[in-house]
């Protein structure tokens, strides 16, 4: 691959970028079109303290890679409550409806990447219940 072809390698510090509450505990999207210039997918970070939640939604367009890195969540698929914790993983699948929530007693940190990209930011998530925080613009991954 020429030089020309490469993008350029950028480091990006998840506490360095503006958390996200809309949808529930703390989102920060770190590796975005907006933040790294990515084409294919996002990467990003969740927080949850004891009984904080990330509200249900589903993506007409991605794949959802979690995995926890530290404390324990229920991730609640299509209906159905899977535990995770510390070391533990799953994938989403596209157009699933799929919510997390913090029943322990200790602070909660995922990591999740969704890939391929929607078409448009607007059409990457769609909420199947009211976000806690409705009033805070939802995430932008492509900085539009």
């Known amino acids: 691959m020429s030089q020309a072809n490469r993008a350029a390698v950028e480091k990006v510090r998840f506490s360095d970028v503006p958390p996200n509450r809309r949808r529930g505990g703390e989102i920060r999207v770190g590796l975005s079109p907006s933040t790294v210039g990515s084409v ?40 159905r ?14 157009g699933t409806r799929h919510r997390l929530v913090n029943h322990g007693s ?3 940190l995922a990591v999740f990447h969704l890939s391929p990209l929607a078409p448009e930011p607007r059409l990457g998530h769609v909420d199947t219940e009211p976000p806690p925080h409705a009033d805070e613009p939802p995430v932008d991954v492509a900085g539009s």
């Not at 969740?46 to 367009?61: A, D, I, R």
């Not at 535990?83 to 993983?89: F, I, Q, V």
Request: cysteine-free.
């Open 40 to 79: 294919s997918g996002f990467m990003g970070a969740v927080t949850l303290e004891p009984g904080e939640y990330v509200s249900e939604h589903y993506h007409p367009y991605s794949e959802e890679f979690l995995y926890v890195v530290r404390g324990r969540m229920v991730a609640t698929v299509d209906g």
């Open 81 to 94: 409550d899977i535990e995770l914790a510390a070391d533990e993983a799953i994938m989403v699948p596209i």
């Open 106 to 108: 200790e602070s909660a």
